[in-house]
């Protein structure tokens, strides 16, 4: 039996001799010598130097950190680093080391500065081959109008060939605020360090800072001022709706609110934050932190506006009540119109004294993340070490307090002076016979002859 191998199409062997061709270019370049590669800038970056931020200001000291990889054949003789223009720096900041994967290398680097906003880094003998160079900058401050800046890299081989590599990636700059150029002002005022030189007012009272704190602080504070705005009246109807629930004659009404009351006033209002934040994300209920923190606030709040509201209307006198029934009135007309206005008008110094209270409150929300006053306070502290930024978020606290107590401190006294006149006034008709009831002057009847009281 004949056996026969079949010929392989034109297609066939057109594509084995492309795969052909390609095998071999490839082996030719993994087997042929490669060419040296100049030296190549890795990274070239500033530190962030804004208090509390990540921002990189003008006008205050940084560090800037450059750092190149030699080729594996390449050593290099000196570097040239053209700074940015405006950039003040000097060679005592300077700091050149180099690296051989983990480990360091002495190389004894001359670092000139000629004053043309350049940085010459000289090595007494030629850098191994394939060296890493980490060049870092301490003290170094960019123009206070900030901008963008980048960092020119010129390198010299053994062989005297001068490479220009061209500029580095873009460093961002930001401008200085007011309230930072004026704390850089600060900084070089005799009075100023005389007062630093305390550590005790440095640590609390660093003038500078407060500068620089005001504007951050604020934003905090405008956001504590957004949550009670909203929490406050929210708790205010819903704490009136459970003093109606507690006083009602009907059993379960009384048990619901009831709970609720004892169960919120008995536990600390950091714990109900804390269920709230981390308990109803893992019932897979989100929401915007903002929006819970004006939830838990005021679900806190209206417990003790319920008893605060529950008091007003119980020290209503009862017989207002019962006036108000025998001229026709309806009970919930007699609530509506006689009742609650009084209540409301008694228990204004106390809801005050609530809203105070809420208010200072609202700093307990730092501990899950949400950008009020302490929470900014908080973060440049952390950025600073210094406690200056607490008591300027002590103060904006005091803002709001103080002049709310001596309201709230007016309202309570013109209240008691009132309530005395009136007092004294309704006891003088009283025994005038005006009011009440009083006997017939006539002296031919026997009947009682009841008169109403002008204050009703």
């Given at each position: 039996?004949?056996?026969?191998?079949?010929?392989?199409?034109?297609?066939?062997?057109?594509?084995?001799?492309?795969?052909?061709?390609?095998?071999?270019?490839?082996?030719?370049?993994?087997l042929a010598p490669r060419q040296a590669q100049a030296l190549e800038v890795t990274q070239c970056t500033a530190a962030p130097n804004e208090d509390g931020g990540n921002?990189?200001?003008?006008?205050?000291?940084?560090?800037?950190?450059?750092?190149?990889?030699?080729?594996?054949?390449?050593?290099?003789?000196?570097?040239?680093?053209?700074?940015?223009?405006?950039?003040?720096?000097?060679?005592?900041?300077?700091?050149?080391?180099g690296l051989d994967d983990l480990d360091r290398v002495e190389l004894n680097a001359q670092v000139t500065i000629p004053g043309d906003g350049t940085m010459h880094i000289d090595f007494?003998?030629?850098?191994?081959?394939?060296?890493?160079?980490?060049?870092?900058?301490?003290g170094a401050t960019f123009p206070a109008e900030g901008g963008t800046f980048t960092v020119s890299t010129q390198i010299t081989d053994a062989d005297g060939t001068v490479t220009d590599l061209g500029p580095s990636s873009e460093i961002q700059v930001a401008g200085l605020s007011k309230s930072e150029q004026i704390s850089s002002w600060l900084e070089g005022q005799?009075?100023?360090?005389?007062?630093?030189?305390?550590?005790?007012?440095?640590?609390?009272?660093?003038?500078?800072?407060?500068?620089?704190?005001?504007?951050s602080v604020a934003q905090g504070w405008v956001t504590a001022l957004g949550i009670v705005i909203i929490a406050f009246p929210l708790a205010i109807v819903v704490g009136f709706l459970l003093a109606?629930?507690?006083?009602?004659?009907?059993?379960?009404?009384?048990?619901?609110?009831?709970?609720?009351v004892n169960i919120v006033r008995g536990t600390p209002m950091f714990l109900q934050i804390y269920i709230a934040f981390f308990g109803l994300p893992l019932l897979g209920v989100n929401i915007d932190n903002f929006a819970l923190g004006c939830i838990v606030m005021a679900l806190n709040s209206c417990a003790y506006l319920c008893e605060i509201f529950r008091a007003g209307i119980q020290s209503i006198n009862k017989g207002q009540f019962e006036a108000a029934r025998s001229l026709g009135m309806t009970a919930p007309q007699t609530m509506l119109n006689v009742i609650i206005p009084q209540a409301f008008r008694n228990v204004i110094p106390t809801m005050t004294n609530e809203l105070i209270t809420l208010y200072k409150d609202t700093s307990l929300l730092a501990a899950v993340g949400i950008m009020e006053t302490v929470m900014y306070a908080k973060t440049i502290t952390a950025a600073t070490g210094n406690i200056t930024p607490y008591i300027v978020a002590a103060l904006f606290y005091l803002v709001?307090?103080?002049?709310?107590?001596?309201?709230?401190?007016?309202?309570?006294?013109?209240?008691?002076?009132?309530?005395?006149?009136?007092?004294?006034?309704?006891?003088?008709?009283l025994s005038d016979g005006k009011g009440g009831w009083t006997p017939a002057t006539d002296g031919t009847s026997t009947k009682l002859e009841v008169k109403q009281p002008d204050y009703f």
């Open positions: 039996m004949n056996t026969s191998i079949p010929k392989a199409s034109p297609i066939a062997r057109l594509a084995l001799a492309i795969a052909l061709v390609l095998g071999l270019f490839a082996a030719g370049s993994l921002q990189i200001l003008g006008g205050a000291e940084t560090r800037i950190t450059w750092r190149g990889q030699a080729a594996e054949d390449e050593s290099v003789t000196s570097i040239v680093l053209t700074m940015p223009e405006g950039l003040q720096f000097d060679a005592e900041g300077v700091k050149v080391t007494p003998e030629p850098a191994p081959a394939g060296l890493s160079f980490l060049v870092e900058t301490y005799e009075w100023v360090q005389a007062w630093n030189s305390n550590r005790f007012l440095h640590m609390f009272f660093d003038p500078t800072l407060i500068v620089t704190s005001v504007p109606l629930l507690r006083m009602s004659k009907l059993l379960p009404l009384r048990a619901i609110a009831s709970f609720y709001v307090t103080l002049p709310m107590t001596a309201i709230t401190r007016r309202m309570e006294t013109g209240s008691t002076k009132k309530t005395s006149g009136k007092k004294g006034k309704r006891s003088g008709k």
